[in-house]
Nanobody, 116 residues
Framework: QVQLVESGGGLVQAGGSLRLSCAAAESILSINAMGWYRQAPGKQRELVAALRRGGTTNYADSVKGRFTVSRDNAKNTVYLQMNSLKPEDTAVYYC??????????WGQGTQVTVSS
């Protein structure tokens, strides 16, 4: 089982930046993929960014060029650097991990609020 703890959310003005962190309780070297999803009020949870074990990444069209997902294997941590934030980025952001058995695991979520 993979335990995930997110941090780094908060309130920021439009155009600002935040960095989210997702710390795993174990090594992430063997995890197939880690990523970030978000869910705004009244909307479905959507993929924001994913980072696969081989290093490939994919991003939602709405965040391309503004968000960057990265990992630090030594710290068992995945990051989401969010720049040029927009009010429509406001949501609860969830860290996700897919283990070697292709099981999904989720963090508790962290609120990101972007004011206009």
């Amino acid at each position: 089982q993979v335990q995930l703890v997110e941090s780094g959310g908060g309130l920021v003005q439009a155009g600002g930046s935040l960095r989210l962190s997702c710390a795993a309780a174990e090594s992430i070297l063997s995890i197939n993929a880690m990523g970030w999803y978000r869910q705004a009020p009244g909307k479905q949870r959507e993929l924001v960014a994913a980072l696969r074990r081989g290093g490939t990444t994919n991003y939602a069209d709405s965040v391309k060029g503004r968000f960057t997902v990265s990992r630090d294997n030594a710290k068992n941590t995945v990051y989401l650097q969010m720049n040029s934030l927009k009010p429509e980025d406001t949501a609860v952001y969830y860290c996700n991990a897919v283990d070697q058995e292709w099981e999904d695991y989720w963090g508790q979520g962290t609120q990101v609020t972007v004011s206009s």
